[in-house]
């Protein structure tokens, strides 16, 4: 007898803590869910996952966030005017944006320094409502090698503004295109509207195909540009050169309700 | 129960260690969550952004790269750590290196304190920092289509540190697939280059030269031949045309893809030569260029989609020369109709009714027989000896004596022929004498036999005795029997061996007559001088065909049709033997035609042999068959379909310099960019090298040429308006020439038994010196004079009548009083050209343009165009079956630049591939570093042209004086490399 009665207590009690247990394990684990929303994994894709994009001059097929960096610099505007035109920002909006969960959001930014008239941006991606919890994570993408040190404010607006132009009308290609007549009128406007924009006179030069000439006066009206903000953010050459990036931003936010 | 419980555990207790261990567990799990992390988010992070950047650096050192490819490395730090054998692949690894570097730096990721870094292990600025490097990097085509490049980079290292001390690391060598066709531009543009210096035993740019040039060649020499007015068949811009257009066909076959405005280029200067440019040296090759280069631009920016120039692209309609047995026949026929001596007809009439007998005997001994003795015994002496003979002839029976087979016996009888010989000796003993008798009876066989057959002519059957030739057979048969003294006596002498054959020949009464022969023959000669062959035109140009040979092979699979009679007649006979007579002597006209050819085609070897390996002459009559546009093929790689654009300055190479602004080349001046050579070996048949083949032929001599060359030029020399050179000289040895041909005409027609009066009327002419000589020449004289002369004859007559006057003209042509001097003729022919050139000048100095151009035409036309030129094949008289001529051709060059760019891009552009002479550098640390130079790309081409035109007329060549004939470039410079514009590479981008 007795040892039916103990049995059954027994099994009883073995329940009953085993019940204490798994709540513990539940409790020790639901809290824990808020703060594993990770934007790590999405930042990866992002950064090894390759897809081809169509531009006007050929394919771009290269990594998403390659694409973004690259869309940056096309996107970018002084004062809000836009310095090109063209079909491939757009088309990486889209390519990237089929890449990405319906909770995620990649803003890529690009300022040769902070608060530069000069800027570009892209955004893809659903922005979050006001009460979501967010993950972001962050990398940078360069955009230009062998930046000597310079000294003095105009020396650093003129590289800054001689490796923007470099990588955005690459000379030698662009003359090539220019005495093609199958690519000549298409980069011709390029040069046209980026000249509106900065102000330079660039038809002369465009007529000869003179792309030395277009590049100088480019850059030339950027690097003034850039000189005179420069003097006005930073206290000293010195911290202008320190705060100065040719790299691409990418932040990508991975949000919760 | 103290026993049952025992070993027992209660389950409460194994709830408490659950309860336990979650405990345990959560707080596990919260201190991960919180407490000290692992390097390995941060490392993963640092991974995935390195993927990036990797990929970043290689398309943007593959667009640099192809931007400056290096062919050639520098002599410097940087160049000197590529391997001349792959510079361009060492350059392009090292490129990716330094751009991987400093991307890699730039890599910081922050995860929960823990930062992770990436490097690749720095390079020296020294020739082993960057072979390092180099090594440390692997480029390779990839894909289905090798189109993509896929890279491995060695040692590339993670790095996770938590306040400055180090947490994780982990070093990989990440190998992946770019889109970029970098390495498939520099291959094709490598390839491409290889092929345009290419000999012809290879396919390449000289096999396509070669197609291109010789249906220009072919149509204008056709034309020149047929009288219009070109004096330079092959000219600098025939060679600039179709070296344009095989470099187009190349770029299309090689890079994927042509320059359109060379299309342009090629459109318009096939036009030109397709339609106004009959003239050679008109107006000044600058003109030329210009009208090109303005022409393509006329055409705009669409290439048309059909060339109109439609003279190249189709050969022309016949590239193979048909061979006639022609005047061989002729020769063959006369041969045997001939009267003399040698008269084959009648000599065939009479053998074929002729019956030829004999008598033959046979003999076999049937029995000898000894009767008495000889010396009486001992001591006898033979005194004296008499001995008589008997024989007896006995008729018998059998079979006739066995005869050759082409004897048939007519009569025969047998015998048998007994011969007695008695001797009688007397013999002495002291005074004793005796007489003895020996008897010795021989009995022998014989068989007689008149035999008869009909003489054997060659590849004749051998005829039947009987019918026709019957009562002739029965004539011999009995003449022979007579001559050897009738059986008996056959008999008797055929024991001793001395029988007669007593030959004997019957001719019976024709049964046929010449005339018939005659017929048969000149049936014979109708079937068999349209016998032809048709060869590769330019095959017997270069001696590579023996057209005598081929027509020997082709006849004597059709002899047995053409000998048509196999009856045994004696008409059937002759008739067959005609034919079988001409055959023969036609075989062997052709076999000296073979042999007269074959001595050309050494000629020919040995001038071509100066320019080119005559053994690739048969890769020329092999790329001269195939001319064809190629077209490209797709190539795909991971990104899809990959277009190759091409853009070369110039598009279109001119022969002249043309201003770099025009064809948007950087820098000043002018760019001369293709050199041009043509030779043309035999420039006139009073030149040189066509004096070697005049050597071998013995009976001409060396310092004279034929009639049709001298009345030719003196042709030439007299539609000049200006006074010429020794012209009344050679006029006055072209008249001589031309009246000692006349007068074998009248000899000839003298014998032909026409009256001397009205020969010598016959061959009068009105025309002028010149006219009149090439008027005997070329046979339009012998159709006049037999008009006059045997207008009232029969047909066979007056076919006799022509042939024997062809003859008497060959033969005269070939006397050294019809051939006037070498001297004469090229003093004249070269004073025609000053003049003709002196005429031009003065033309297009007073008139322009439209009125200019008809009177460049007379100048040229009419001088120029009917100076004789080429080389006749098998030169002597009557085998002349062809004129050809040679031109060697050289061209070379360079594209000022040659861009290839494809559909793949870093989103501001797209890659192209550049060479137009720049230097490559690279940035490190700073400084800009020469790697070494992208060349030019340069171009190599020689081949030989053989045109081959009919016989007669003026043959076929350059007139105009210019037997070398270059391009204001040649030989060719090529510019040394920018130095002044050095290519800039690309910063890095995004």
Known sequence: MDRGVSTVLDVAICLLLIGVAVVTLLGASAPGQQHQIDADPDAATLATSTAPVSTDSGVVHTSLAHHLAIATLLEVTVEDSALFAGSYPDAVRETVSSNLDDDVIVEARWQPYPNSTMRGRIEVGTPPPSEATIAATRMSVPIGIGATPHTSYDSIAESLAGIFVDRVFP???????????????????RYRLAGETLAVDVEQPLSMADTDELDRRLSGALSDRFETELREEFSSSRSAREGTNTDVTIVVRRWQR | MIDDDRGRVPFAILGVILLASSVGLVATVDDRAVGTSSPDAAIEGATAESATALRASVTNAAIDAANAPVTTPANTTAGSALSPKRPFRDALELRVYLHAVERLDRIDVRRDGVTATVSLPPIEPTTDGYREAIDRVHVERVGDDRAALQVTIE?????????????GQIERDPTFVVASPVLLLHDRTSEFESRANADLSSSGLSRRLTTRLYPIAWSRGIAQYGGAPIANVVGTRHVELATNDALLAEQRAVLGASDPGGDRGVAAAGRRVATTDLLAGVGGDEDWTDLVLSTADEIGPDPPDRSPVGTWRDPPSSQDISIEVGSSADRAFVKVIEEDDTDEIGRLLERSHTVETKVVTETSRLFRRTEGGGSPGYGWRRDGSSTSTKTDVSSSFGRPPRVDGAWTVRDFRVYTVTKTRTTKRTWRKENRTRTTERTV????????????????????PSGTLD????????????????????????????????????????????????KTGIRELRDVREHTEDVSTEVPAAAIGVGRVDPGATLRSKLSTRRESLLRYDGRTPQDRFRRGVRVAYLDALEGDLEERSEAHGRTTSVVDSAVKSYLDPARLDGVLAAHRRASRP?????????????????????????????????DVRGQGDVLALATRNVNVFSSPHEQVAESIIDRIPWLGADRVSLATAAATLRAAERSNSSVDGRSRLRNEVRNGDAHVRGAIVDTLIAEGFRRSSAEQAVQSESKTAHRAL????????????????????ADKRDRVRIQIELAIENALTDVEARPSRSSTSRTADSVRETARNELESVLADELEDGSK?????????????????????????????????????????????????????????????????????????DRRRLGTAERVTFRASTVIVVVVPPGGTGVGDTNGVVDERSPGWPLEIPADDEAHPSRSMPNGS
């Not at chain 2, 790689?637 to 201003?659: C, F, H, M, Q, R």
Request: charged share 25%; net charge positive; proline share 6%.
């Open chain 2, 467 to 514: 019918g026709p030739l019957s009562d002739a057979t029965e004539c011999a048969t009995a003449r022979s029997l007579d001559a050897a003294g009738g059986w008996r006596t056959i008999a008797r002498d055929a024991i001793t061996g001395s029988a007669a054959m007593s030959k004997r020949r019957v001719v019976a009464d024709p049964r046929s007559d010449r």
């Open chain 2, 775 to 794: 008027a005997v020449t070329n046979g339009t004289a012998t159709e006049r004079i037999l008009d006059r002369v045997a207008a009232d004859s029969n």
């Open chain 2, 441 to 460: 009876v021989r009995r022998h066989l014989v068989r007689i036999g008149v035999v008869a057959r009909t003489p054997p002519i060659t590849d004749v």
């Open chain 1, 171 to 189: 000379r030698k290609r662009t003359r090539l295109e220019l005495v093609d007549g199958r690519t000549a009128s298409a980069t011709a406007e």
């Open chain 2, 155 to 167: 040692n590339v290292t993670v790095t996770a540190t938590r306040n400055d001390r180090r947490v």
């Open chain 2, 854 to 926: 008809e009177a460049r035409k007379g100048v040229f036309g009419a001088q120029l165009g009917s100076l004789p030129a080429g080389l006749p094949v098998t030169p002597v008289p009557g085998y002349w079956f062809a004129t050809a001529n040679v031109w060697y051709v050289e061209t070379a060059g360079y594209y000022e630049r040659l861009a290839l760019r494809a559909n793949r891009g870093d989103g501001v552009g797209s890659i192209t591939y550049v060479r137009d002479g720049g230097q490559a550098r690279i940035s490190h640390e700073g």
């Open chain 2, 631 to 663: 077209e490209p093929t797709s190539v795909a790689d991971p990104a899809g379909n990959l277009t190759i654009n091409v853009k070369s300055a110039p598009p279109y190479l001119p022969t002249e310099p043309v201003d770099r602004e025009r064809i």
